[in-house]
């Protein structure tokens, strides 16, 4: 007799699932009698010889049910990595030397430096551009290796054509990777856009809880023949920026509740923008209408530096940190941060909205620019 206990949700028919149920029920462990629910973390450096993986630096066991959730969610396979930094230089060692890479002016300000330095190093040429402005990045576009795309922007917040853009780059031949960290794949999926690469910081949404640094690559099932997955592996294993298993556990962990903190987010972020942009003291509110972040510019005597500190360091429900994407609302100025774009106002303030009350996230916003005077 043929066994009819339901299997856990493999990544084949995943995409049948709502990503609702997918982050709950993807990587788990096959149901047999006695089995554990969750998997385990499997803390090893080698393994005994002749079976699939011979060094942990090549593989994990632990990396795999988060890797096969994330792809599922993302309609590609996923190979993560030590940080979102981590897999920002795998997708970029795509590009051969002397290759032309198209990218955001303002975007995550460790994106914009390594491209900079790459630059001046001569390993390659860059085209800066505004993402908003299609365009201008199709103009951009002829001769172009890599279109490196962010959006939403980090911390402009603005928003890209993905289709339009990747269907442009494919065009000319030129590979499209997309930054997902702000959407995460519950609010977009390149991939579906047409893009060849999806990257992630999973230090934020997609963990979700502040406790771990992990990055992802996702490639699309087609890839038009340029064999990116294992390019992207091997430089994985050579450059050896691999996950901690305990990470990659805690990051499967958060994942569980990614709808569900998302959907939080996202509806306190939609209410504080609305009652930021009616506020005296903020001369403008950046929000493209959905997403869990918001940018604020402070109003201030001279630039708003002073005030925009202010406002950050006044706070005693958010906290006045760097990163984002965590249960907890963090908010911070900007261009504290070296080597942020200088495209980005002074007076600048990101906040990460977090899933806490929204009334009580507005009151501690009221009472720190109150305190402004
Ligand atoms: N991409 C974006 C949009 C980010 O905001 C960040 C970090 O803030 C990164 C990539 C880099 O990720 P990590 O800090 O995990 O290396």
């Given amino acids: ?199 992630h910081s999973a230090t934020k949404y997609l963990s979700g809880h502040s406790d771990v640094v992990l990055g992802l690559a996702v490639t699309a099932a087609d890839d038009r023949g340029r064999d990116l997955r294992a390019r992207l592996a091997r430089h994985r294993t050579l450059g050896g920026a691999i996950a901690g298993p305990m990470e990659a556990w805690l990051a499967l962990r958060g994942l569980r509740t990614l709808s569900l903190r998302v959907e939080r987010a996202c509806d306190n972020a939609a209410e504080l923008a609305r009652r930021l942009a009616d506020h005296p003291r903020i001369s403008r509110v950046r929000y493209p209408g959905w997403g869990a972040i918001v940018s604020v510019e402070v109003a201030g005597a001279t630039d708003g530096v002073e005030e925009a500190e202010a406002l950050a360091a006044g706070t005693l429900i958010w906290s006045n940190s760097t990163s984002l994407g965590g249960v907890e609302s963090q908010l911070e100025r900007r261009r504290r941060q070296p080597g942020e774009p200088e495209a980005v106002p002074v007076n600048l303030v990101r906040m990460s909205v977090g899933v806490e009350d929204v009334d009580d996230l507005w009151r501690d916003l009221e009472q720190s620019l109150a305190a402004l005077g």
Avoid: C, K
């Fill in 1 to 199: 007799m043929t066994d009819q206990r339901p299997s856990s949700p493999t990544p084949a028919h995943a995409h049948e699932l709502s990503p609702r149920t997918q982050v709950v029920a993807a990587g788990r462990p096959p149901r047999e009698p006695g089995a554990s629910l969750n998997p385990p973390v499997t803390f090893t450096s080698t393994y005994v010889a002749d079976g699939p993986i011979n060094y942990a630096r090549v593989g994990n066991p632990t990396w795999t049910p988060f890797e096969e959730a994330v792809g599922g969610l993302e309609g590609g396979e996923a190979l993560l990595y030590s940080s979102g930094m981590a897999a920002v230089a795998a997708v970029l060692a795509l590009v051969p030397v002397g290759g032309v890479v198209v990218a955001p002016a303002a975007a995550y300000n460790g994106v914009v430096v390594s491209l900079t330095e790459a630059a001046g190093a001569g390993r390659l040429e860059v085209r800066w551009v505004d993402v908003g402005d299609t365009a201008g990045v199709r103009a951009a576009l002829p001769g172009a290796d890599l279109l490196w795309l962010e959006s939403p922007t980090n911390p402009l917040l603005d928003v890209a054509d993905l289709a339009g853009l990747t269907a442009a780059a494919h065009e000319v031949g030129a590979l499209v990777a997309v930054d997902n960290t702000f959407a995460t794949p519950l609010l977009q999926r390149p991939l579906e856009d047409g893009a060849d690469v999806v990257v």
